[in-house]
């Protein structure tokens, strides 16, 4: 079974930056593609920005040009670089591994506040 461990949130300042990491174990971390989700309380939880398992990367029109997904597969981790943070990133932001079969692992999710 597989499991992914969400790591680096914390309260920032608007206008700084963090750096989110996802350390994924139990699954072949090379084939599935990852991504970052956040939900704010009592909204939805949308897509913030996806990698597939060859690199190309995709991002919600609101993160982008502010934040970077990235993999490093000899470590088995996805990252979010967040910069620019803006108090409405706030949010608890998820971790997500999907296999080609379309069978997915959520990690549990770290909490991010942007103070203004």
């Known amino acids: 079974q597989g499991q992914l461990v969400e790591s680096g949130g914390g309260l920032v300042q608007a206008g700084g930056s963090l750096r989110l990491s996802c350390a994924a174990s139990?699954?072949?971390?090379?084939?599935?593609?990852m991504g970052w989700y956040r939900q704010a309380p009592g909204k939805q939880r949308d897509v913030v920005a996806t990698?597939?398992?060859?690199?190309?990367?995709n991002y919600a029109d609101s993160v982008k040009g502010r934040f970077t997904i990235s993999r490093d597969n000899t470590k088995n981790t996805v990252y979010l670089q967040m910069n620019s943070l803006k108090p409405e990133d706030t949010a608890v932001y998820y971790c997500?591994?999907?296999?080609?079969?379309?069978?997915?692992?959520w990690g549990q999710g770290t909490q991010v506040t942007v103070s203004s």
């Open positions: 990698i597939t398992s060859s690199g190309s990367t």
């Open positions: 997500a591994a999907i296999h080609p079969s379309g069978r997915d692992y």
């Open positions: 139990g699954i072949i971390f090379s084939i599935h593609a």
